[in-house]
């Protein structure tokens, strides 16, 4: 079965919730977003068995985009069976789904979130004021993104590794 990170087996399980995991989601650690995704992806390990194999840390909504957020090595499982997974997932949803790993380089997220589209480069920018932007560059060859897009995949990004991207394509 899929583990989750903050919740233990029996809620995920039972569809409950035990004094500890309630004190989890009284605290905003875990979401109810976070335990609809986990439930749904529990839902669907008959159909796809890798599923038993993944650990799932928690889901984000931005805009049109929901953002599943996996162990280190979980995205290939999660984009296996061609895709079919994640498609169904955003059947179910009503969203485009990416797939994303924990605790992983930014270089590495950056790469997953923007996922077909090539990431030529990504660099860091000093802002005066102290603050940083991280620049990313795409193949313009591999894909265009629309507006409405590429701001739900920057409010991702800020939410989930804490980076504000600024997003341009190579020539
Ligand atoms: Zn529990």
Request: aromatic share 6%.
């Amino acid at each position: 079965m899929p583990k989750m990170a903050q919740i233990c087996q029996f809620c995920l399980r039972s569809g409950m919730l035990c004094p500890k995991c309630q004190k989890k989601v009284e605290s905003g650690e875990v979401t109810q977003l976070d335990l609809k995704i986990a439930r749904l992806l529990l839902s669907m390990e008959k159909e796809f068995p890798v599923l038993q194999e993944v650990t799932f840390y928690g889901a984000v909504n931005a805009k049109e985009t929901l953002a599943i957020i996996v162990d280190k090595g979980d995205v290939a499982r999660m984009l296996s069976y061609g895709g079919k997974i994640i498609r169904e997932i955003g059947k179910k949803v009503g969203k485009v789904v990416r797939v994303v790993e924990h605790g992983v380089s930014s270089r590495k997220f950056i790469e997953d979130l923007f996922a077909p589209l090539t990431v030529v480069a990504i660099n860091k920018i000093w802002l005066p004021d102290g603050t940083t932007e991280t620049r990313v560059i795409l193949d313009r060859r591999s894909g265009k993104l629309s507006k409405q897009r590429v701001e739900s995949l920057k409010e991702i990004a800020k939410k989930v590794q804490g980076l504000t991207l600024r997003v341009e394509y190579s020539n």
